[in-house]
């Protein structure tokens, strides 16, 4: 009975703790998209009565080319970008793992992107990226190895690696985090034992690390 009383106590500081969290979440995500999803099936006005309209703006939406266009880039950006950022994470975080001098600098100069809000760095990389005035395409034009501007932002075709390799350059700092953490859980017997038994980096890097970090790239 006592522990029975004992857990039930537990599990209401749970809940309790979990309560700001939960309370934001509900707020700031749940609230916002079912309310987008009702105003998807209406003629929205900001003076006024809105007008339901039913499927109208999705009928609309699947009729036009810009949606297709934009849906393909998303899915490109998705299934290119993340698996890029996540392989450079994991050379990074196995990197900065390591016994080097200075590691808790390294860590710190690749986590310091992260915390810049996304307006911030949108101004930085569009500067970057000028066609004219761009810190890239002077140092290019510098080492001549390109006569005019190349139009990163402003192509067809490099306008989504040019938005992919920004994401990546921010987001690196948070996935190396968790990915250290994963790393740091490793057992150093396994490393041991293993360089005893003659396996090198890669194997133990296919053998050890990557399986047992399973769960972190899974997050990341």
């Given at each position: 009975?006592?522990?029975?009383?004992?857990?039930?106590?537990?599990?209401w500081?749970?809940?309790?703790?979990?309560?700001?969290?939960?309370?934001?979440?509900?707020?700031?995500?749940?609230?916002?998209?079912?309310?987008?999803?009702?105003?998807?099936?209406?003629?929205?006005?900001?003076?006024?009565?809105?007008?339901?309209?039913?499927?109208?703006?999705?009928?609309?939406?699947?009729?036009?080319?810009?949606?297709?266009?934009?849906?393909?880039?998303?899915i490109?950006?998705?299934?290119?970008?993340?698996?890029?950022?996540i392989?450079?994470?994991?050379?990074?975080?196995?990197?900065?793992?390591?016994?080097?001098?200075?590691?808790?600098?390294?860590?710190?100069?690749?986590?310091?992107?992260?915390?810049?809000?996304?307006?911030?760095?949108?101004?930085?990389?569009?500067?970057?990226?000028?066609?004219?005035?761009?810190?890239?395409?002077?140092?290019?034009?510098?080492?001549?190895?390109?006569?005019?501007?190349?139009p990163?932002l402003?192509?067809?075709?490099?306008?989504?690696?040019?938005?992919?390799?920004?994401?990546?350059?921010?987001?690196?700092?948070?996935?190396?985090?968790?990915?250290l953490?994963?790393?740091?859980?490793?057992?150093?017997?396994?490393?041991?034992?293993?360089?005893l038994?003659?396996?090198?980096?890669?194997?133990?890097?296919?053998?050890?690390?990557?399986?047992?970090?399973?769960?972190?790239?899974?997050?990341?």
């Open positions: 009975m006592a522990a029975s009383r004992e857990s039930r106590r537990l599990r500081m749970i809940y309790l703790f979990l309560l700001p969290s939960l309370a934001i979440f509900l707020l700031y995500r749940i609230v916002p998209l079912v309310w987008n999803l009702a105003l998807s099936f209406q003629e929205w006005k900001l003076i006024g009565p809105n007008l339901f309209v039913g499927l109208d703006h999705y009928l609309e939406m699947i009729r036009s080319d810009v949606f297709w266009q934009s849906l393909i880039n998303t490109i950006y998705l299934f290119i970008g993340s698996p890029i950022a392989g450079i994470a994991i050379f990074v975080a196995i990197l900065v793992n390591r016994p080097l001098a200075g590691r808790n600098a390294y860590r710190a100069i690749v986590f310091l992107p992260y915390p810049i809000t996304p307006v911030a760095i949108a101004i930085i990389f569009k500067w970057l990226y000028d066609e004219k005035v761009g810190l890239i395409n002077y140092i290019l034009r510098s080492l001549g190895l390109v006569e005019q501007g190349i990163f402003q192509s067809f075709s490099l306008a989504l690696p040019s938005v992919i390799a920004t994401s990546i350059w921010q987001v690196l700092g948070y996935l190396v985090l968790l990915l953490a994963g790393l740091q859980n490793i057992p150093d017997d396994l490393y041991e034992v293993a360089e038994d003659g396996a090198g980096f890669f194997t133990q890097l296919f053998r050890i690390t990557l399986p047992l970090i399973r769960p972190t790239i899974f997050i990341c």
